[in-house]
């Protein structure tokens, strides 16, 4: 079974960095392999709906960041690892949210909704105090 698990929230200040870490696990049990797979970061503040914050295809593509993360935040990934990161810079308190990973197989492009990723990690927590 293909599973998610991100880690590294926590509590910063405004203006602070902090990075998070998705890893998937299950992938060489399934004999499937990381390259084809899209990775996304979205996050959900309370009484909000999830967003979409940040997108990747492991294969190789341009990210997708989502415009109130744009030049702030970077997805990056280390395939040795199976695993992405989010890195968060300037932080705002408007960023407090759990933060969830997801995964999807690749076909084609990268999902940047809710609806374009079946494998969900269980979300960590951002607070960005002012």
């Known amino acids: 079974q293909l599973q998610v698990l991100e880690s590294g929230g926590g509590l910063v200040q405004a203006g602070e960095s902090l990075r998070l870490t998705c890893t998937v696990s299950?992938?060489?049990?399934?004999?499937?392999?990381?390259?084809?797979?899209?990775m996304g970061w979205f996050r959900q503040a309370p009484g909000k709906p999830r967003e979409g914050v940040a997108a990747?295809?492991?294969?190789?593509?341009?990210?997708y960041y989502g415009d109130s993360v744009k030049g702030r935040f970077i997805i990056s990934q280390d395939k040795a690892k199976n695993t992405v990161y989010l890195q968060m810079h300037s932080l705002k308190p408007e960023d407090t949210a759990t933060y969830y990973c997801?995964?999807?197989?690749?076909?084609?492009?990268?999902?940047?909704?809710?609806?374009?990723?079946?494998?969900w990690g269980q979300g960590t927590q951002v607070t960005v105090s002012s």
């Open positions: 997801a995964a999807e197989e690749y076909l084609g492009y990268c999902p940047r909704t809710l609806g374009g990723y079946s494998v």
């Open positions: 299950g992938l060489s049990e399934l004999g499937l392999n990381f390259d084809d797979y899209a």
């Open positions: 990747i295809y492991i294969g190789g593509s341009n990210p």
